[in-house]
């Protein structure tokens, strides 16, 4: 009878002790969750907020993760001290933390809209001011939030400890259930909760599942005070041999690759946006494969640690280094038909991620060995390098080098940090993997062609422009000169451009003195504004756009010399929420698609709402619609019509598109006679 009795009470404990580690699996499967639909949400709140610019992209991520990295380090250092003396449960500390995550969720709308009003009059968006100032703003508004996401798994991995558990490779286990959490809502993000319920509810969404999992938590605090520690827990997955590489290299080794692994992601968003489209969630859908691969990765990890077995380091880092450079080999637009090219841009990805998530779950796990003051200082090193990565890419990679050497150039610290690992490759595996490396290399820098780059397939002119914000490839010549940015064509010459300013201009009642254009295009409407003698200042988003002015105007020097017209470098809604003037004319021209992550906001009630309080008595806007489906083309009218009482449509003489022009006052019924009538000389002359 003892026997038995001893045999159900070892029941008993194994049992609670395994639901306790599946109630932890699902709570960092939520938690997960909550953190990429905060992230997702949180940019394009940054963008409506600070403007469609590269460097908001890149500060949102870098401080988001520099949150993790902060809060990782800090509550591994001291929550093993707490948890030694015993003072209160690592249980209580992982509810705090989610309940500050929670209120994030909530606040960040506030503190980002409060932070545009105070940085209404910091400058143009290419300024030094700005983006310094930006950047500070947007890193008060969210590192608080993200520290707590950061301190997430030490802190549980305490509670593991505390509660007597002695499995070694804690970490990895969480690690799993987070990022299979995270790829779900950053799907989730995109294609189901901002459609159904807007930005602010699905935070609002998101937050409150960080109050249920801070709950849950309590709770689990409450049952462990009322039992007794777990002395029974079930032993920990068969042991495995240790990588062979000592700590100071291993830790080098996590740097490297959430270096190399972030700023890849910033590459690959630019290089494969012509196959992914410039979609407001294209990037959500790119995060989402990413981090699927990542799960992947890690999943088997962790069936390997089942069988007592596991990849060795040298062979993860090499065969890293090779994936690293398919993403630009395989993104080549002979290689596939139309339908295919963005299936295999995503799956070109999934090797390298796949590698990583095995690779940095096995590192942290054999220098932590169930610690979390050893595996939170290792977990933020690499979420240091994850830091830097976009950064670099951003300001450093893609300005200088372009989309297909900046990953060439990612790839050669990791296949370095590979062969450096001599016990884990021999002689002919380096060899080998130096071979397939600069093999791939070779071909990806001179045999492949690439979106980013038409001139390499192009006959005709062809003209590059690498800036922080796109690659801009002006083409073409004569009438047949063309626009890329990124890769996607923008626009070509065309008169309907020059109507975007005549037909406004012609239809204002008074004598127009000043106007606004925003969207610099090729800066056709922007000459023609001009011609009327009209204070004209055009908002271009990015550098390149407005430096490729001369390649189709030869006589752009000119009209740049005129005293009446400016250019500036901003994002349109923001340029409109920060300055004073008001406009005889407005005309807006956004980049085709009309779903695109910018275009989308200038289609907006909120941005015509913004036109509305910039124009003067008597103010003419002009927006144009380039066609599409009926229900946008609807959904645009109705935008239109419910900020301004009178709207008029005029479909382009060449066919396709439509005018819109909208007013607070009535507008005339002209005819083609009386608006040529309306055109000065050289207005006229303009059409010719």
């Known amino acids: 009878m003892p026997s038995t009795a001893s045999s159900s009470t070892t029941s008993s404990a194994d049992g609670g002790a395994a639901r306790s580690r599946r109630l932890l699996f699902e709570l960092f499967f939520l938690s997960g969750f909550c953190g990429l639909v905060d992230q997702v949400v949180w940019i394009r709140l940054a963008f409506a907020s600070f403007g469609i610019i590269t460097p908001v992209v890149s500060v949102v991520i870098s401080v988001f993760m520099l949150g993790l990295a902060l809060g990782s380090w800090l509550a591994g250092r001291a929550i093993e001290r707490r948890v030694r003396a015993r003072a209160h449960s690592a249980i209580l500390f992982y509810a705090g933390a989610e309940v500050l995550i929670g209120l994030g969720a909530f606040l960040v709308p506030v503190l980002f809209g409060f932070s545009e009003g105070l940085l209404s009059r910091a400058g143009a968006a290419d300024s030094f001011s700005y983006l310094a100032l930006s950047a500070l703003a947007i890193t008060v508004c969210l590192l608080p939030w993200c520290i707590g996401m950061g301190a997430t798994f030490p802190l549980v ?121 410039t979609q407001v969630y294209a990037f959500a859908t790119l995060l989402a494969v990413y981090l699927v691969a990542t799960w992947m990765g890690s ?50 990805i999934v090797p390298f991620c796949a590698a990583l998530g095995y690779l940095t779950p096995r590192l942290i796990d054999d220098i932590s060995r169930g610690r979390p003051d050893e595996a939170g200082p290792a977990y933020a090193l690499n979420v240091v390098g ?41 002689p002919a595996a380096r060899a080998g993997a130096g071979v397939v490396t600069a093999g791939l290399a070779a071909c990806a820098l001179w045999v492949n062609v690439t979106y980013e780059n038409p001139c390499a397939w192009s006959d005709s002119r062809c003209e590059v422009r690498r800036d922080h914000a796109a690659t801009v490839v002006s083409t073409g010549e004569g009438m047949g000169k063309r626009m890329f940015v990124n890769g996607v064509g923008m626009t070509h010459l065309t008169s309907i451009t020059k109507y975007m300013a005549h037909l406004p201009l012609a239809f204002h009642r008074g004598e127009p003195q000043s106007a606004l254009v925003i969207c610099f295009g090729m800066g056709t409407t922007y000459r023609s504004m001009l011609s009327w003698g009209v204070a004209t200042t055009a908002v271009e988003l990015v550098p390149g756009v407005r430096d490729a002015f001369g390649y189709y105007f030869d006589d752009a020097s000119a009209w740049l010399a005129d005293p009446r017209g400016t250019i500036v470098v901003d994002d349109g809604r923001r340029f409109l929420s920060r300055t004073r003037e008001t406009y005889d004319v407005i005309v807006v021209d956004p980049p085709p698609p009309v779903e695109a992550a910018g275009s989308s906001l200038l289609y907006s009630r909120e941005f015509h709402e913004a036109v509305r309080s910039r124009l003067k008595p008597g103010g003419v806007f002009q927006t144009w619609f380039p066609g599409g489906e009926a229900r946008i083309a609807a959904a645009l009218a109705r935008s239109v019509l419910d900020v301004f009482p009178h709207v008029r449509a005029f479909r382009s003489l060449e066919g396709w598109g439509v005018h819109f022009l909208a007013s607070n006052e009535p507008l005339d019924r002209l005819t083609a006679r009386q608006i040529l009538a309306r055109m000065p000389p050289r207005a006229a002359a303009d059409l010719a």
């Open 386 to 426: 994850c830091v830097l990565g976009p950064l670099a890419a951003s300001y450093l990679l893609l300005p200088f080098f372009g989309a297909a050497a900046s990953l060439v150039l990612l790839s050669l610290p990791l296949i370095a940090c590979a062969f450096l690992l001599r016990g884990d490759l021999g």
């Open 299 to 348: 999943w088997w990890y962790r069936r390997d640690l089942a069988r007592s077995r596991a990849a060795p380091v040298g062979v993860l880092l090499a065969g890293a280094a090779i994936a690293s450079l398919l993403p630009v080999v395989l993104n080549d637009p002979r290689l596939a038909p139309q339908d295919l090219r963005a299936v295999l841009a995503l799956a070109s």
């Open 157 to 277: 991995m305490a509670y593991v400890r505390e509660r007597g558990d002695r499995d070694e490779r804690s970490f990895s286990y969480l690690y799993l259930a987070n990022v299979l959490g995270a790829s779900v809502g950053a799907l989730a993000a995109a294609g189901v909760l901002v459609e159904l319920l807007g930005f602010r509810h699905t935070l609002w969404l998101a937050g409150s599942i960080n109050f249920v999992i801070a709950a849950a938590a309590v709770g689990l605090a409450i049952q462990a005070r009322r039992g007794k520690r777990d002395a029974d827990a079930p032993m920990a997955p068969p042991a495995v041999a240790r990588t062979g590489v000592r700590p100071p290299w291993a830790r080098t080794i996590l740097f490297t690759t959430g270096f190399a692994s972030l700023a890849m992601e910033v590459v690959w968003t630019r290089a494969f946006t012509p196959v992914l489209g």
